[in-house]
């Protein structure tokens, strides 16, 4: 099972603020996701990465951006957080096909 | 496209079955799952099954799977308060998953 962290796990941040949400394993898997989830419940893939130098967007277009320098390592930044971007923001990992997800980012843009 | 469907709510009493459905359509899935969202936390992986099996028994958990109608089932024997969150299935397509919307299961005394 792996093990995968996210940080914050809250945050309240104003309009126009650049933020970065952190996600980290360290099972040295080489598929690495970004969800976004509704307050309806519903997932939405928005960023992913078969590996290193590479990411590639999602089912949900999104304006946040995302990198992948290095393997266990896998932040998303919104350069200018707007109300419409709050959400929970879930990071997930994989090898071979099953999918481990860290706790969330809880997002709220006043 | 690929698209996994599931009722939304499902109520039960405790220490009853539950029994949580979901219809997918991409045949070609090689694995499906059940994953387990409690409030304010991510998700965690409850089972798995491999498309050719027909059923998978984890002791109080029971998935069924029929490929031919392409229907997936969950069902949790001797149902708990602790089991009250919100149940996603979902289907393998490429290297990505395709979620269902999320049964939520309350759970009362």
């Known amino acids: 099972e792996a093990d995968i962290y996210q940080t914050p796990r809250y945050l309240v941040i104003g309009t126009g603020k650049k933020i970065t949400l952190e996600c980290s394993q360290t099972?040295?898997?080489?598929?690495m996701y970004w969800y976004q989830q509704d307050p309806g419940m519903e997932l939405h893939l928005i960023h992913y990465s078969y590996g290193v130098n590479s990411t590639e967007k999602g089912d949900l277009s999104s304006e946040s951006t995302v990198s992948r320098i290095r393997t266990e390592h896998f932040p998303l930044t919104l350069e200018s957080a707007r109300p419409s971007h709050t959400s929970q923001y879930l990071c997930a990992s994989s090898e071979t096909g099953t999918q481990y997800f860290g706790p969330g980012t809880r997002l709220l843009v006043l | 496209g690929e698209d996994v469907e599931q009722s939304l709510f499902l109520s039960v009493r405790e220490g009853d079955s539950s029994v949580i459905n979901c219809t997918y359509t991409d045949s070609s899935s090689t694995y499906l799952y059940w994953y387990k969202q409690e409030p304010g936390a991510g998700l965690q992986l409850l089972t798995y099954?491999?498309?050719?099996?027909d059923m998978k028994q984890d002791q109080r958990l029971t998935v069924l799977l029929n490929k031919k109608d392409k229907h997936l089932s969950l069902r949790i024997a001797d149902t708990q308060t602790g089991d009250s969150a919100i149940y996603f299935c979902a289907e393998t397509h490429t290297d990505k998953l395709i979620f269902g919307t999320g049964t939520r299961l309350q759970v009362f005394p």
């Open positions: 099954i491999f498309s050719n099996m």
């Open positions: 099972m040295g898997h080489d598929k």
